[in-house]
C-alpha cells in the first residue's frame, strides 16, 4: 500500500485527495470549487436549529443584504467570501471561539483564517477588503445572522437583536427562498465567477 507523508495540520480538501496545510496556506493548493462543495454541506449553527442551512446559503444572503443596502460589486464580492475558509475550518459557533480564546489567551481559529483568506483572495487574484468595506460586509453579515436566526432557532435570535425588526423580517422571508446544500454551493460559485471576471474564471478552468 502507497503511503504518504502530509503534515499534521493539513486537512484534506476535496474529490482529488489534495492537502492543504493549515499553518501554511498557499494559494495553489486552493480549488474553489471545493470551497463551494464544502460551503454546500456545512451547517450553520453547528446543525442545532429547528431547520436546516448551510454556510453557502448565508453567503449568498449576506451578499444579497449587500446589493440591497446599495452596496457595488467590490462589497458583494467580499460579502459572498467572508466566510470562505470556513469550508476548511467548519463553521464553529462563536461562542465556542469565545470560549477557546478565554482558555488559551489567543484568537487562534481567527488567526488559522486569516491565513486562509490570503491564500483564497490571492487564489482569486483579487485585493483584500479595505476596513470600511469589512465595515460593511460586518454589517450585513449580522443582519443575516439575525434573519437566519429568526428562522432557525428556537430562541429566534432574540439576543442579537429584536427578530420582528422590519428588516430582519424582509431579509428573513429572502432567506426562505434561498437555495440549500449542494445547489446553494453551486450559485456561490456562480456568484464569485461573476463578481470576480474573466481572469478568476480562467484560473479556475485551469484547476
Known amino acids: 500500500m502507497n503511503t504518504r507523508t502530509v503534515s499534521k495540520t493539513a486537512i484534506e480538501t476535496g474529490e482529488a485527495g489534495a492537502f492543504l496545510d493549515l499553518l501554511d496556506p498557499r494559494p495553489d493548493g486552493i480549488e474553489v470549487l471545493d470551497i463551494a462543495t464544502a460551503l454546500g454541506r456545512i451547517p450553520r449553527f453547528g446543525g442545532r436549529g429547528v431547520r436546516e442551512t448551510c454556510v453557502a446559503t448565508h453567503l449568498l444572503l449576506t451578499a444579497e443584504i449587500a446589493r440591497y443596502l ?6 458583494q464580492l467580499h460579502a459572498l467570501l467572508h466566510d470562505a475558509h470556513e469550508a476548511y475550518l467548519g463553521d464553529l459557533p462563536t461562542p465556542l471561539i469565545r470560549a477557546m480564546q478565554s482558555l488559551s489567551g489567543v484568537n487562534a481559529v481567527g488567526m488559522i483564517a486569516e491565513r486562509l483568506d490570503a491564500a483564497i483572495y490571492q487564489r482569486l487574484g483579487v485585493s483584500r477588503p ?3 468595506e469589512q465595515e460593511r460586509v460586518a454589517y450585513a453579515d449580522h443582519l443575516a445572522l439575525r434573519a437566519e436566526a429568526r428562522c432557525v432557532l428556537p430562541s429566534r435570535g432574540d439576543w442579537a437583536g429584536n427578530p420582528d425588526d422590519v428588516d430582519v423580517v424582509r431579509f428573513a422571508r429572502h432567506w426562505n427562498r434561498l437555495p440549500q446544500g449542494d445547489v446553494a454551493g453551486l ?4 456568484g464569485v465567477l461573476q463578481l470576480t471576471g474573466a481572469a478568476a474564471e480562467k484560473s479556475l478552468v485551469s484547476a
Do not use: S
Open 187 to 190: 450559485c456561490w460559485l456562480e
Open 130 to 132: 479595505l476596513q470600511h
Open 70 to 75: 446599495g452596496e457595488g460589486p467590490q462589497v
